[in-house]
């Protein structure tokens, strides 16, 4: 038989498996490259939706999917829309090429006869270039002129500001004391500075104060709150006006997230109907977080969120209110009494209510009619997509957030922050097998040496009840719980008066829901944080199997 082989001396089969061999080889290799850039084009294009900087729908569909009628969430934060959403400022932060070049005082530089006078332009500048080094997380705006201090070398001076961590145009005020000292020049520095609210001379409202020529006191602190009437219905007759009442339901006496995920979709469906939400101020929220477990009753809206900016921002009008004028309508006009369309189960279609042009549509919530009839169902199903709830609306309180900044100033804007979950979850080892042993107080000092720098101030936002739990992390770090400020909630404080106003002069509790905003809002401000399910712990933060 004739020996067929190629020129290099190989039989052809072999250079023919060879040459499949090659060309394999060769397919694998460009399939390989052209996965590899394809992925990388896609993980350079692609940008998944983030619900802290992105869209309200991606904030719900994040954490608020509920596919069955037990609502759980997790309340040791509380999120708001003012965590969520940016709103810029009208008025443009100070900053150093404004401020004036000249920090050389007038007149005689003798040292014997030198006095600080506190109304010269260059001590106000000299404050001004200080505070923007001292105080690099804030942004400044105007200033009073300072006032005499309780030394000739010490003035007051008060100014507006906010927090560039903050979301909302909200502005806060401060008055402080400044030391000053001069130079063989006559320029003026600042070579101390007081304490938050330390500047007393300047206090806004003190009386005999000279009056602001720089509206500094429009935007900042003040808590306006009282009720007026719904803002699309000024000088409207009620008759013609359309309006949605939701009927209290299961969603009393639940948590503070389950009010949240309700309301705002109470008030997305106003929206969507283009009708004026009828607002009980009035709630009940679930008892689980306090110690005896009882039930918050008869708490105010107004106690933890922003109703001053709810109602120059939608719609609305508080229940007693209308119903007041409600009757009085149907006691006056017999024969044109409004007549509530009444509307017993959510699943009714969203077109039918749409087309409604009824004055008032009234939703009932009774377990009669439909099991776990609750507020948020409203939302689900096709209404999905057409009821976008408005997290844009929701702020927390002015007058916890006045607390907030209080803690943040006493800090000096300059602190790291940690969160410690602990509570029923630490107990729950099924869900939680590692958190209570990885937030043990020597667990938590391991870590706070690996990620924090020796005596910093660090904030601790936690639900754990027995404060003495933190003790040893004190040797590390300078540390500070939410109890240590309690005389920002004390019976002398601004936040006690000022919600005695609500109550009619009725002592309001500072409760545990109250409590969670604050260190929520606190524990955002820090300069370097730390969270239990990311950096403390690894278990997932909604249990076995639910990273």
């Known amino acids: 038989m004739e020996d067929r082989r190629h020129p290099s001396g190989a039989s052809y089969p072999d250079v023919f498996g060879q040459r499949m061999v090659q060309i394999a080889s060769n397919v694998c290799l460009g399939f390989f490259v052209v996965s590899v850039l394809a992925f990388t084009v896609i993980a350079i294009i692609y940008k998944p939706p983030d619900p802290w900087l992105q869209s309200m729908r991606s904030y719900n569909e994040l954490f608020a999917s509920v596919e069955n009628s037990t609502y759980q969430h997790d309340d040791s934060i509380i999120v ?67 006032v005499r201090g309780a030394a000739k070398n010490e003035c007051d001076i008060a100014w507006k500001y906010s927090s560039k961590t903050e979301k909302t145009p909200r502005m806060y005020r401060d008055f402080r004391r400044y030391t000053l000292k001069k130079d063989a020049e006559c320029r003026i520095s600042v070579s101390h500075v007081g304490n938050w609210h330390s500047g007393i001379n300047a206090q806004p409202g003190k009386p005999g104060h000279a009056p602001s020529t720089t509206d500094l006191e429009k935007g900042v602190d003040v808590v306006e709150d009282s009720l007026r009437p719904a803002s699309s219905e000024s000088g409207r007759d009620f008759y013609t006006g359309r309006y949605l009442y939701y009927d209290r339901g ?87 009494a409004i007549l509530p369309h009444y509307v017993s189960n959510f699943k009714v279609a969203l077109s039918s209510l749409q087309n409604d042009t009824g004055t008032v549509m009234w939703r009932r919530f009774d377990d009669a009619v439909e099991r776990n009839n609750y507020w948020y169902r409203v939302c689900e199903g096709e209404a999905e997509k057409y009821i976008e709830r408005p997290w844009n609306l929701l702020w927390k309180s002015k007058r916890l957030m006045n607390i907030v900044i209080a803690i943040c100033n006493k800090l000096q804007w300059d602190f790291d922050t940690v969160h410690v979950v602990r ?100 524990f955002y401000r820090g300069k370097k944080m730390l969270e239990t399910f990311n950096d403390l712990t690894s278990d997932c933060k909604n249990g076995v199997g639910r990273c």
């Open 80 to 146: 708001t829309g003012d965590d969520l959403f940016g709103t810029p400022h009208s008025l443009k932060p100070i900053t150093q090429e404004d401020v004036p070049n000249r920090t050389q005082m007038a007149g005689s530089c003798d040292s014997s006869t030198f006095v600080i006078n506190c109304s010269d332009p260059a001590v106000k500048s000299a404050i001004e270039l200080y505070n923007l080094l001292k105080f690099p997380v804030l942004n400044m705006y105007e200033y009073r002129d300072p």
């Open 423 to 522: 509570g029923e979850r630490a107990k729950n080892k099924q869900l939680w097998p590692n958190l209570d042993a990885d937030t043990s107080p020597g667990s938590l000092v391991e870590k706070l040496k690996k990620n924090l720098e020796w005596r910093r101030k660090v904030y601790i936002a936690t639900n754990e009840m027995e404060s003495e739990y933190f003790d040893k992390l004190r040797v590390w770090n300078e540390v500070y719980l939410l109890d240590d400020f309690k005389e920002l909630w004390s019976n002398t404080s601004e936040w006690y008066n000022s919600t005695l106003t609500l109550t009619g002069g009725q002592p309001v509790e500072f409760d545990s829901y109250m409590r969670v905003i604050i260190d929520t809002e606190v």
């Open 250 to 336: 299961g969603d009393d006496c639940k948590s503070m997230s389950q009010f949240e995920w309700s309301f705002l979709c109470a008030l997305g469906e106003a929206h969507f109907l283009k009708r004026t939400f009828v607002m009980d101020l009035d709630f009940c929220l679930a008892g689980a977080k306090n110690p005896g477990h009882k039930d918050e009753i008869d708490k105010d809206f107004r106690f933890y969120f922003d109703y001053e900016h709810l109602q120059e921002s939608t719609p609305i009008i508080e229940k007693n209110k209308f119903l007041q004028d409600f009757e009085e309508w149907n006691s006056k006009h017999k024969t044109h």
